[in-house]
Nanobody, 125 residues
């Protein structure tokens, strides 16, 4: 089955930037047939959708809470999906997950077949 891995998380000051990456952990499995979503979960809160992109990169969604600050993109030739996060706020602190949707669509909901283990993003002074 498809296995996903996230990278790029870390500690950053408010107003700073991070770029998260999502890829398959094996060269035998690629992301190009899947819609990819980014989700996050803060301690004590429900997991929420942040952004998603369809398999071709032609359609994207972005949550109101991060609009204008976050950008999703993909490079299927490199088997990579990115989440560029700018102007980070304290409330962006969470574990960020990427997930794959088998339909290839960008739903941004919980109908995801595969999930990564997550990467921690901490925004702090």
């Amino acid at each position: 089955q498809l296995q996903l891995v996230e990278s790029g998380g870390g500690l950053v000051q408010p107003g700073g930037s991070l770029r998260l990456s999502c890829t398959s952990s094996s060269s035998g499995f690629t992301l190009d047939y899947y819609g990819i979503g980014w989700f996050r979960q803060a301690p004590g809160k429900e997991r929420e959708g942040v952004s998603c992109i369809d398999s071709r990169g032609g359609r994207t969604k972005i949550a109101d809470s991060v609009q204008g600050r976050f950008t999703i993109s993909r490079d299927n030739a490199k088997n990579m999906v990115y989440l560029q996060m700018n102007s980070l706020k304290l409330e962006d602190t969470a574990v960020y997950y990427c997930a794959a949707e088998e339909s290839g669509y960008c739903s941004g909901d919980e109908r995801q077949a595969f999930w990564g283990q997550g990467t921690q993003v901490t925004v702090s002074l």
